[in-house]
């Protein structure tokens, strides 16, 4: 029932700027942490960004601060990613994550989107 589903992802020449979105149903969106994870080809998952639940703590990993900027519009229930200054190593399957935390750790919540697609031309 709980569904995640990306847009946003295409094609772009290097230097150019991208929006993604993340549509969520199915769950009480306030109360998850959310994130954008990325895999470029022939490389493992790693995290670009995440918003917290309560605060909206945003954190970024070090290849994308200060060009990409994560938002969530709960209201809306959607998470957003704004990229710009994107730059071939960009490249990559893009994918939403939510998260809630439970006591136990075997109790936590997560769900993921089918990702979306970005490449970007030289």
């Known amino acids: 029932q709980v569904r995640l589903v990306e847009s946003g992802g295409q094609l772009v020449q290097s230097g150019g700027s991208l929006r993604l979105s993340c549509v969520a149903s199915?769950?009480?969106?306030?109360?998850?942490?959310m994130s954008w994870y990325r895999r470029p080809p022939g490389k493992e998952r790693e995290l670009v960004a995440s918003i917290t639940s309560g605060s909206g703590t945003t954190n970024y990993a070090d290849s994308v601060k200060g060009r990409f900027t994560i938002s969530r519009d709960n209201a809306q229930n959607t998470v957003n990613l704004q990229m710009n200054s994107l730059q071939p190593e960009d490249t990559a399957v893009y994918y939403c994550?939510?998260?809630?935390?439970?006591?136990?750790?075997?109790?936590?919540?997560?769900?993921w989107g089918q990702g979306t697609q970005v490449t970007v031309s030289s």
């Open positions: 994550n939510a998260k809630r935390y439970a006591l136990s750790p075997k109790y936590d919540l997560d769900f």
């Open positions: 199915g769950l009480t969106f306030s109360t998850y942490d």
